[in-house]
């Protein structure tokens, strides 16, 4: 695969991809590639679209949120009850408040179309927050986060320090208290000790005790990627979740006896016996659902492809380009022809065609651009219209500009 937004921000894409580093680590990115995504001066414009979403925005000082009465309109009082009001939010900045935008891929259409490929490429969901921080402030106190994230400083400068781990690979439900991390960052040196300028990365793996506090000449603007984490405990409960949903398995149908409540031997008979039939069961266990089921679950969190409001109007000339990231894997099929296998949905694309668009699939034609005219003589004039329309119409292509 062809890691296209990989290589806009990490130096070896494919190591990368094969094995995340475990220890933080900082690089600089040629050209700050984010910075054309998602500016610092793009924020008036993003600001627009959060105001009416105000459980995505946040404001901290010195670690601790702000109450969101001081920078939302009171409810009932007009139609934007509840609305973030942009000059509460400036007024707050300049008293050296940070301000938090969670899912800010939400609001801002070029970060969207960037994470969704990422997302294709890393293979596991990945959300952003932006943090604009005044000079000499800083937003949260040392914390850890159960997810690897990626410091992307876009403009401005922040100095970090991160830390070994306090609890390794913690689980998105362990919390550890602020004060108890307070005392751990006190008593030791800190593992990584780095100033990010623009276009410098910082990777925080799962679990680093870290903080950052921007200097003093401007303004700090940066994205975090947030990588989905998922865990070996919650495959282990979709393992047991399918188990128990065996139908053709009788094992947990049976009733537990009367009084189990109440008496610890017969609860404790009424174990070993759920575990021998857990047991039988594994042996019996449908792998394949569970692989099924975990892959349904894990889809439905990546960002599938952006799906066509209203038919087009195709015709032979119409110049289409191929989205690659709408197909999240292929299966080649015995008589030639190859299975796309979409987040919700599979298309079979006939022998014939396979040899012009897998290249594009697969990044070795970077050229997405066809036309339906290109498709003939593989097949007809009418046929390729029809193709065309079936991938727009599922999202693998657009019209392109
Ligand atoms: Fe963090």
Same mark, same amino acid.
Not at 30 to 35: F, K
């Given at each position: 695969?062809y ?11 494919e190591?990368? %991809? ?8 900082t690089w600089?990115c ?6 054309k ?8 414009e ?8 105000r ?5 901290v ?6 109450n969101p ?6 409810s009932?009082v007009n ?9 509460s ?30 997302t294709?490429?890393v293979?596991?969901? =990945?959300?952003s927050?932006?943090?604009? &921080?005044?000079p000499?402030s &800083? ?11 990626l ?9 970090w320090?991160v ?17 108890k991390?307070?005392?751990?960052v006190a008593e030791?040196e800190?593992?990584?000790?780095v ?8 990777w925080v793996p %799962?679990?680093?005790v ?13 994205v975090? #990627?947030?990588?989905?984490?998922? &865990?070996? %405990?919650w ?7 399918t ?6 398995v ?5 009733? #537990?006896p009367?009084?189990?409540? =109440? ?5 404790h008979t009424?174990v070993?016996?759920a ?10 266990l449908?792998v394949g659902?569970v692989v ?7 889809r439905?969190?990546?960002p ?5 409001v ?9 110049y289409l380009?191929?989205?690659p990231?709408?197909?999240?894997s ?7 022809? #190859? ?14 065609l396979v040899?012009?668009f897998l ?6 034609? #970077?050229?997405r ?6 498709l003939v003589? %593989? ?8 193709v065309?329309?079936?991938?727009h119409?599922?999202? =693998? ?5």
């Open positions: 695969m890691l296209e937004a990989m290589a806009k921000i990490f130096p070896s894409p190591s990368f %991809r094969e094995q995340p580093s475990q220890v933080p680590l600089t040629r050209d700050n590639p984010l910075q995504i998602i500016d610092v001066d793009d924020l008036t993003i600001f627009d679209g959060v105001i009416y979403q459980d995505s925005v946040r404001m000082t010195d670690g601790d949120s702000v009465a001081r920078y939302c309109a009171p009932g139609t934007f009850t509840g609305a973030v009001l942009p000059r939010v400036s007024r707050m900045l300049n008293e050296k408040a940070s301000l938090v935008i969670n899912h800010l891929e939400r609001y801002w259409t070029p970060l969207r179309t960037y994470l969704r490929r990422l294709y490429e293979g596991s969901n =990945i959300e927050v932006g943090f604009l &921080t005044p000499g &800083t937003g949260f106190r040392p914390h850890e986060d159960p997810v690897d994230v410091v992307y400083q876009v403009s401005g400068r922040k100095h320090k830390y070994e781990p306090l609890v390794e690979n913690p689980f998105l439900d362990e919390v550890i208290e602020d004060e991390l307070a005392e751990y030791r800190p593992f990584l000790e100033t990010l300028g623009p276009g410098d990365c910082l %799962r679990g680093w870290h903080a950052g506090t921007s200097d003093d000449a401007a303004c700090s603007w940066h975090s #990627l947030v990588f989905g984490t998922s &865990t070996f %405990r495959l282990a409960e979709e393992i047991i979740g188990l128990t949903k065996q139908d053709e009788p094992y947990f149908r049976p009733s #537990l009367w009084g189990a409540a =109440i008496d610890r031997d017969l609860m009424t070993l016996s575990l021998n039939r857990m047991r039988d069961g594994l042996l019996d449908n659902q099924k089921n975990a892959q349904t679950k894990l439905a969190e990546m599938g492809p952006r799906y066509p209203a038919p087009a109007e195709i015709g032979p000339e119409t380009e191929l989205i990231e709408s197909v999240m292929f299966s080649h099929q015995h008589d030639g022809s #190859l299975r796309l296998n979409l987040p919700h949905a599979t298309v079979t694309l006939t022998n014939k040899d012009f290249p594009i699939f697969t990044g070795k034609e #970077l050229d651009g066809w036309i339906p005219t290109d003589p %593989r097949v007809t004039l009418s046929s390729s219209i029809k065309a329309r079936r991938m119409q599922l999202g =693998i292509a657009q019209v392109g500009k």
